[in-house]
């Protein structure tokens, strides 16, 4: 792979801050960041009118979501048109900067494999389990759904190989009441006593938009093997009045949050926005600021990606958005609030999405589009 040179870049989005006017240089892993100029290179890219960050993740995109949103439902899918659907999310992730997804494929009853572009992306594959399947598919990732009797769920996940586990947790408002009249516990306290926190295994939340400050203390304890995952669109769609006390998880609790579309959305820049809007007009929060939803956008994740940060050493996946944005005082702010695409994108130093192939990706997306409705 030949080396590229991203010369006199205008803002450079990083963690909490931005830097202004830097060079990158990388083949697969980014080489030099900062003043670059005794490198040598086979391409460069002036971006003096662009702003550039890391691409990021879609924490939990579900592929039935994702299908109703389009408007393509099917009763029954072939594995073919799973694997089609599955291309057709990559693609339409990628073209909004979006490297890492996870996807939610139901109660699916065959492996996969990746196809397409899909192949050069982070793409992690999770499927529901319950008692009577506990055999997870290599390489897939167990996700328990709220269906599941609380008593049965210690077992269940004592059952379960995989060290990874998704969780669709207090997302529907009867939940913690279940759990509370099966258990006599709290959902949280009912976990840390049955021994689920103590187990070699690390918790992704989806939802808990019916989480209790009772809870958190709990989970608070328990951070170092936890996530939440939040799904601003989702919860907007399902419109079951939960609240996720985001400002007290990020500054109180300290426990890390990721953004997830659920499908509902193209992209986690998009997914940002619906978050600040959800907070500061339906729950009338205005402590959150573009300051918190910046930690959830460019949180370091281990677990699954390893793409949402920029360093001498690490994969060299980047995303430059056009000029006007550039010139805003707050670029974060802008790309949040503003319907925007990204000009390039870069895979492991791969050029993936630039001006003289976005049309043909734009045609492939669409063309899997008709052949799953076909």
């Not at 389009?70 to 073919?80: Q, V």
């Not at 319950?130 to 008593?151: A, G, K, M, Q, R």
């Not at 210690?154 to 586990?165: A, G």
């Not at 994969?315 to 990204?342: C, G, M, Q, T, W």
Request: aromatic share 12%; proline share 3%; glycine share 6%.
């Amino acid at each position: 792979m030949g080396v590229t040179l991203i010369k006199n870049i205008r803002r450079y989005i990083v963690g909490q801050y931005f830097i202004e006017n830097i060079d990158v240089v990388f083949n697969n892993r980014v080489m030099c960041i900062g003043e670059c100029n005794d490198y040598s290179y086979d391409e460069m890219i002036e971006a003096s009118n662009y702003v550039a960050l890391p691409t990021l993740n879609d924490h939990y995109v579900y592929l039935h979501d994702y299908l109703h949103r389009l408007g393509l439902t099917k009763d029954n899918l072939s594995r073919n048109d799973i694997s089609k659907t599955i291309e057709a999310i990559c693609l339409e992730k990628i073209l909004n900067g979006i490297s890492g997804i996870f996807i939610d494929l139901g109660y699916t009853t065959y492996p996969l494999t990746l196809q397409g572009i899909c192949k050069y992306m982070e793409v992690r594959l999770g499927q529901r389990v319950n008692n009577e399947l506990i055999s997870v598919y290599n390489n897939y990732i167990p996700i328990i759904d709220d269906n599941i009797d609380p008593n049965n769920l210690p077992s269940l996940i004592k059952e379960i190989e995989n060290e990874v586990i998704y969780l669709m947790f207090l997302v529907r408002r009867r939940h913690p009441y279940v759990i509370k009249e099966k258990t006599g516990l709290w959902p949280m306290a009912f976990l840390e006593k049955s021994g689920v926190f103590g187990l070699n295994k690390y918790y992704y939340f989806i939802g808990l938009n019916w989480i209790s400050t009772m809870d958190l203390e709990v989970l608070k304890h328990y951070r170092d093997r936890s996530s939440i995952i939040l799904l601003p669109s989702k919860t907007m769609y399902i419109a079951n009045g939960g609240f996720t006390p985001l400002y007290e998880i990020i500054e109180t609790y300290k426990v890390r949050v990721f953004l997830g579309t659920s499908g509902l959305n193209s992209s986690i820049l998009n997914e940002a926005k619906q978050a600040l809007l959800l907070y500061r007009y339906n729950y009338w929060d205005q402590r959150l600021s573009i300051e918190h939803i910046r930690k959830t956008l460019f949180q370091q994740e281990h677990r699954l990606f390893r793409n949402n940060f920029l360093e001498k050493g690490s994969l060299a996946n980047i995303v430059l958005y056009d000029s006007y944005i550039s010139k805003s005082r707050n670029p974060l702010h802008s790309l949040i609030f503003n319907e925007v695409y990204p000009v390039y994108v870069f895979i492991k130093g791969s050029k993936t999405v630039c001006p003289r192939n976005r049309l043909d990706l734009i045609n492939r997306y669409r063309d899997l589009l008709v052949e799953i409705i076909d």
